[in-house]
């Protein structure tokens, strides 16, 4: 119980729609439970610059170059899926992970729907005055999904200046998907004259 109070008044978490969670999972990784995700602090210097070697990394890269940035825990990128009406994480920043770690699917998950829906950014939870999460969507002619950034010791932005990064890293976002969708058939009608 001292933990838990000696986080909440460090500010190491913040009160959002399923802080329990937020506070059961940094709880957990302080004591080791292997079912809690990993609370690490985020890195303080960026990660190595490698050339994408594939279309595959490059969203992770961007993704990476955006959480190092914001000093952030982790960025993702949710693809929406029309078929089924759901956003899904397609990339994330957290290097050799299957999934992303950071993400509070209980008390976010929410606010990333609602910018989608919304067709605006929002911010969730707060650390001494700076939001734990920023959001947007990414759009062109058509949604293409959201991008999300976090942190548990807050984006150490203001509000203000978090949402006009936040629509130029989607509008950056939506612009390399775009060229990604249309360099695949070209590559293909190559490979045939290749042939």
Same mark, same amino acid.
């Given at each position: ?35 809690? &995700?990993? #609370? %690490?602090? *985020?890195?303080?210097?960026?990660? !190595? ?9 490059? /969203? ?49 998950? &929410?606010? #990333? %729907?609602? *910018?989608?829906?919304?067709?605006? !950014? ?9 939001? /734990? ?63």
């Amino acid at each position: 119980m001292n933990t838990l109070l000696t986080m909440l008044a460090s500010g190491a978490i913040g009160a959002i729609g399923g802080a329990a969670v937020t506070v059961r999972g940094a709880l957990c990784a302080k004591i080791g439970s292997d079912d809690a &995700p990993a #609370v %690490r602090p *985020a890195s303080r210097f960026p990660s !190595p610059a490698r050339m994408p070697t594939s279309d595959s990394d490059i /969203m992770p890269q961007f993704l990476r170059d955006m959480r190092d940035l914001w000093d952030a825990d982790e960025s993702i990128f949710w693809r929406w899926d029309a078929d089924r009406q759901v956003l899904v994480p397609d990339s994330w920043s957290t290097e050799g992970e299957p999934r992303p770690l950071f993400f509070d699917m209980i008390g976010w998950g &929410p606010l #990333v %729907r609602w *910018a989608a829906e919304e067709d605006r !950014p929002h911010f969730g939870g707060d650390v001494n005055g700076s939001p /734990m999460i920023a959001i947007a969507p990414v759009r062109s002619d058509r949604l293409h999904g959201v991008i999300t950034v976090a942190s548990f010791r807050g984006l150490l932005l203001d509000r203000d200046f978090a949402r006009g990064w936040i629509e130029r890293f989607a509008s950056q976002v939506a612009s390399l998907l775009s060229l990604l969708e249309r360099a695949a058939p070209c590559s293909t009608a190559l490979d045939r004259l290749d042939a």
